[in-house]
């Protein structure tokens, strides 16, 4: 009983100070059932993620004597196709689209199309070893470029740009 009520505290807390500060003064007064529909509740327009409908076209990542690039860097694909960021030489390498010039509707889908390599907003995870690398759905996403980077080596120009047809 005690770590239940502990837990609905702490799950309530992370909740505030990530939520933006959306106040929610009912989780407090609302009994130990509340507690499990409360911590995953996303914010209101929250995009899901949408798997991919086409192609999945391979992108790979590499860092040799030759620099520090993706391969391809700009390549075209359909809405609901999917692209493969592979590693391949020279890491660490990850995959960050830069959100600056998208829609926040926009954003949020390919946000929440990186799925579960997902690191922070619209960044994957990091990646060190050969065949690691992360699989981001295009579905729902529309018609446009952008722009992609990887953290690490972005002063070294490794960046691209997806269009999306
Ligand atoms: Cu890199």
């Given amino acids: ?3 239940k009520g ?35 509740a996303p914010a209101a327009g929250a995009a899901t993620m949408a798997p991919a409908t086409g192609a999945t076209v391979e992108v790979k990542m590499v860092g040799d004597d030759k620099g520090f690039r993706f391969e391809p860097a ?15 030489s020279g890491g660490p390498h990850n995959v960050a689209f830069d959100g600056s010039t998208l829609a926040a509707d926009v954003k949020a889908q390919l946000d929440a199309n990186f799925g579960s390599e997902r690191m922070a907003e619209l960044n994957s995870n990091m990646y060190m070893a050969v065949g690691q690398g992360i699989t981001i759905s295009f579905a729902k ?4 470029t952008y722009n992609f980077n990887c953290t690490p080596h972005l002063a070294m120009g490794m960046k691209g740009v997806l269009t999306v047809q």
């Fill in 74 to 88: 700009n390549l075209t694909i359909k809405s609901g196709d999917a692209v493969k960021f592979v590693f391949v």
């Fill in 141 to 144: 996403i529309p018609a446009g």
């Fill in 6 to 40: 502990l837990t609905l505290v702490t799950s309530a807390f992370v909740f505030a100070a990530c939520g933006g500060g959306e106040p929610k003064p009912a989780a407090e007064a609302t009994p130990a059932p509340m507690a499990e529909t409360a911590a995953p």
């Fill in 1 to 3: 009983m005690q770590f």
